[in-house]
């Protein structure tokens, strides 16, 4: 009892300021690649700091509404990762907040808004099926979908999971829309795009969608140190390696178009995705 | 009582057709249908409290009752048969020549109608379908009164149709109720064909040619799942020489020679339920006044399909027939889902969304394992109302605003705040958690997941029905800046089923676990999940129901109200680059001119809008059934 009470404590309080803490190294990190000096680790913190103390304006109601179901589908998702629970039940409970924000995006007028919802939209669709596929996986090594049955393997997933990894991975760069993927929003400025599906939620709506953004992060990160959950070692390399890697091919690929993710993507993920599930499945 | 019950649900609906059918006054029709609905709604909950049965009714007015069916349905296929000829369509004559022919041998030279069984049959599978049947289509009836009124208005008739119309919708009904009720097979073959006969008449209401042109695919297409039907039932006889269900349900699992004709029987059901390559029939029932289609899609007709499937699953268990069942149906999510995604008609996407929950149910009959017919049972209860709400919705706003266009619906709030709220939150039920939808298919993911041809379009088709469902919810709501939302005049009669169904679907996603430990379990061979404190449990998985349930409810309300709050935030209009003019809506384009800000959603075209893709989606689902059916030779 003890123990989850704490598990639920890390998940609504550390995990935002891990989250947070993490977006800053990313952009100290980006400054590196690029020869700039970059901003502080704690940048993140004072934006979103600043974003609460702005005015409040809104299009329309809806955005607000939106915001606040998406940040606690984000919560709660992270919530029950903590709680190593069911695996699909934390995909579709992330998916209510990530539908809703488009739902908010789509209410309104704006063409950016409405342009960047369907783009979300066609993000949504080429990464689900990859991180079923993965759960499908983790499900024919250790016969549940639940986390806590994966903590007690003795080996890491992912020396019989690589290829789901892989897979793993695009859905990753999708979901933290890092280019290539970044054409629903992105954290550089666009002028094609201006924010994406997030040009209409402003001050301190903007403020709660990107602290959602952070617990979705950590889930994601979450996710990955599955694949070597056996030793703390292997989960600090392994996320750190990977996300490394994200920040790597962020910074050496243009945006390219939705076709081209759907058609790249899709065939890629989905056939090593399978691959890897005949082989799991024919031992 | 029993004799009094089984009478109102099966017969009832048949007198009630034929008294609207004779009494041509549109106030006294209202009050028959709306008599009926009460009546058999309230028929439905009595059967279902007293649990299940086996009962024979004592035969009616002295007749002994395989002669009452023997002349039904040869009454039923001479009347098809009449309309083949009417439509001059070659291929429904032939089948249903083939039919009769074999009807009448085998019910008067091959039955031995001394054999001693239960004619109707109940478990709680049955009385669950009893209850969806009777509440959801009285309440479709209901909404169909001020529907059809509205619609006769646009068309200007000189004499009025609806007595017609009224006396086949509630037929259907009645028919429906006999068919998941009876026990006998050839009971279960003449209600079935009184859904194809009712179905036709219904789809070719209006009388243009599109209209009649859906009815007659409706009806031979409906024709093959019946020839395939008869020709299961003899050679079952053959095999077992008994035309009672249960036994031939005990006997498949013996041997595999009762193998073929189970495969017919499920060919029949997937035809029925308009599965690929079969497809075009319902998505042709379109053109019917929307009342027809929700009946067909929700509550009825397509659910008988699935509901023989289900009802037989114990007897195909473990072979590959099975296997192939979940495959054929795990293809037909997929692809129907495709088609889905590149319509922008309101109508079919429900229509796809349809055959492809209905693909997913077969699916889970042919996993056939206990946790797999779980999620089959929910999906097709859970779904029946949010589909039946959805309809209606569309129904009514197409009456509003003349289209059923998902892009013409752009803004809706602005105009129909009501019916677009409820249209919404029938969006949600259909696709998010903690609503019964999702529920049933984490159940159907989880249970496919041994099943590699099967998860893989499960888990595919499952993203596009998220895009296609969420893509409409954000249009109804997109409304222009700053327009006043007016409040929305709407008919008792057109609210009642509208609160009534949204109600249920929420209320009875509410109740999930109550309805899968009460409803569900006694149907199981093993429960296939353990129930503590709402969290659904098995070696598989885990669904944290009340809990998640409870925190997204605790959002809600807090997001209702910050949006509440948000009434004080300053209002600014939609950001256009700065280049806006005075009016929100427009911005300054060449020589300082307003243009008026347009968006389009993107509906594919180029990956799923091609004619083709249809060809082969139909020609692969072709080969699938191909193989279940010769698959069990």
């Not at chain 1, 760069?173 to 280019?179: G, P």
């Not at chain 2, 509906?603 to 083709?612: C, V």
């Amino acid at each position: 009892m003890i123990k989850g009470i704490i598990m639920v404590f890390i998940g609504v309080f550390v995990a935002p300021l891990l989250g947070g803490l993490i977006a800053g190294v990313d952009r100290r990190l980006t400054a590196w690649f690029q020869s700039r000096y970059g901003p502080p680790v704690w940048q993140p913190f004072f934006d979103v700091i600043k974003l609460f103390g702005k005015e409040r304006m809104v299009v329309n109601r809806w955005l607000v509404f939106c915001a606040h179901v998406y940040i606690t589908a984000a919560m709660l998702s992270v919530v029950l990762f903590f709680l190593q629970s069911d695996l699909l039940l934390i995909l579709f409970v992330q998916a209510v907040g990530a539908i809703f924000l488009v739902i908010g995006a789509l209410s309104t007028t704006s063409p950016y808004s409405q342009l960047g919802a369907n783009r979300e939209l066609i993000q949504i669709l080429t990464y689900e099926p990859l991180i079923i596929l993965a759960f499908v996986g983790i499900y024919l090594v250790t016969g549940s979908f639940r986390i806590s049955e994966i903590l007690v393997q003795t080996k890491p997933l992912l020396v019989s999971l690589p290829l789901l990894y892989i897979a793993l991975c695009y859905a990753l760069t999708i979901k933290l829309r890092k280019s290539p993927f970044d054409f629903s929003t992105s954290h550089h400025a666009h002028q094609e795009l201006v924010k994406g599906f997030l040009t209409e939620y402003s001050g301190p709506y903007l403020a709660l969608v990107e602290i959602g953004h952070w617990y979705e992060v950590v889930l994601i990160l979450g996710l990955c140190s599955l694949f070597w959950a056996t030793s703390w070692i292997g989960i600090i390399a392994l996320v750190g390696v990977t996300y490394f890697c994200e920040i790597l091919i962020d910074n050496v690929t243009a945006r390219l178009t939705w076709r081209w993710m759907l058609g790249y993507v899709w065939p890629m993920g989905l056939a090593m995705g399978f691959v890897n599930l005949i082989w799991l499945h024919g031992r | 009582m029993l004799n009094t019950i089984l009478f109102v649900l099966i017969l009832g609906p048949f007198i009630a057709g034929a008294l609207c059918f004779i009494i041509r006054s549109g106030h006294v029709r209202s009050f028959i249908v709306l008599a009926m609905g009460c009546l058999i709604a309230t028929a439905s909950i009595i059967l279902f409290i007293k649990g299940p049965f086996s009962h024979t009714p004592p035969p009616l007015l002295g007749i002994p009752t395989h002669f009452l069916v023997l002349w039904g349905d040869d009454l039923l296929l001479f009347v098809m048969l009449y309309f083949a000829f009417k439509h001059g369509h070659l291929f429904t004559k032939i089948l249903i020549i083939f039919q009769i022919v074999c009807l009448d041998y085998f019910e008067l030279f091959m039955v031995d109608h001394t054999e001693n069984f239960p004619l109707f049959f109940a478990d709680n599978l049955s009385l669950i379908m009893v209850l969806i049947i009777s509440i959801v289509g009285s309440l479709i009836c209901v909404f169909a009164i001020p529907y059809m009124n509205k619609h006769e208005e646009h068309q200007g008739l000189k004499k009025s149709r609806q007595p017609k119309f009224f006396a086949f919708l509630v037929v259907i009904i009645g028919a429906m109720n006999g068919l998941v009720l009876s026990n006998n097979i050839i009971f279960m073959y003449m209600f079935f064909e009184i859904t194809t006969l009712g179905s036709f008449m219904l789809i070719s209401h209006d009388q243009n040619e599109t209209a009649i042109n859906n009815a007659v695919r409706a009806l031979w297409m409906n024709c093959v799942a019946g020839a395939a039907f008869i020709i299961a039932m003899i050679w079952a006889y053959v095999i077992q020489g008994t035309v009672d269900a249960q036994k031939l349900i005990q006997a498949g699992h013996m041997g595999g020679i009762m193998l073929t004709p189970l495969a017919l029987l499920c060919f029949a059901a997937m035809v029925k339920a308009a599965q690929i390559p079969f497809q075009s029939w319902l998505l042709g029932a379109m053109v019917a006044p929307t009342p027809t289609s929700a009946l067909l899609h929700s509550s009825t007709m397509v659910k008988a399909g699935v509901y023989i499937a289900l009802r037989f699953a114990p007897g195909y268990a473990g072979t590959f027939l099975s296997q192939s069942l979940a495959v054929s149906g795990a293809f037909a999510f997929l692809a129907t889902s495709a088609m889905a995604i590149r319509e922008s008609n309101g109508k079919k996407v429900l229509a796809y969304s349809t055959i492809g929950n209905l693909g997913l149910i077969f699916a889970c009959a042919g996993i056939n394992t206990p946790e797999a017919i779980t999620a089959g049972i929910l999906l097709i209860i859970f779904h029946a109302f949010s589909k039946a709400l959805l309809f209606l919705c569309v129904g009514d706003i197409e009456q509003h605003i003349g289209s059923r266009d998902i892009e013409v619906m752009r803004g809706l709030y602005a105009r129909m705040p009501r019916t677009t709220l409820i249209a919404v939150l029938g969006i949600v039920t259909m696709m998010l958690p903690p609503f019964g939808v999702l529920l049933s298919k984490w159940m159907a993911i989880e249970a496919a997941s041994k099943h590699l041809f099967v998860i893989l379009p499960l888990a595919v088709g499952s993203a596009m029905m998220v895009v296609y469902w969420a893509r409409w919810a954000g249009i109804l709501l997109s409304a222009p800046h700053g327009l006043k939302v007016e409040p929305e005049k709407q008919g008792l009669l057109t609210r009642f089923p509208l609160l009534v169904l949204v109600w249920g679907a929420v209320v009875l996603s509410l109740c999930a676990p109550l309805v899968y430990s009460k409803l569900v379990v006694p149907i199981l061979s093993a429960p296939s999940f353990s129930i503590r404190a709402g969290i659904f449990e098995n070696p598989t998985g885990t669904f944290l129901f009340y809990p998640v349930m409870l925190i997204l409810a605790l959002g809600f309300i807090y997001a209702v109200y910050a949006a509440k709050k948000a009434r004080k935030a300053r209002l600014s209009g939609p950001y256009l680059c700065g280049a806006q003019t005075t009016d929100p809506e427009s911005f300054e384009g060449p020589m300082k001119k307003p243009v008026a800000v347009l968006s389009g959603a993107i509906y594919f075209e180029s990956i799923f809008g091609n004619q083709k893709l249809t060809v082969w989606v139909n020609i692969f689902g072709g080969m699938l059934l191909a193989l279940l059916v010769g698959g069990s030779l």
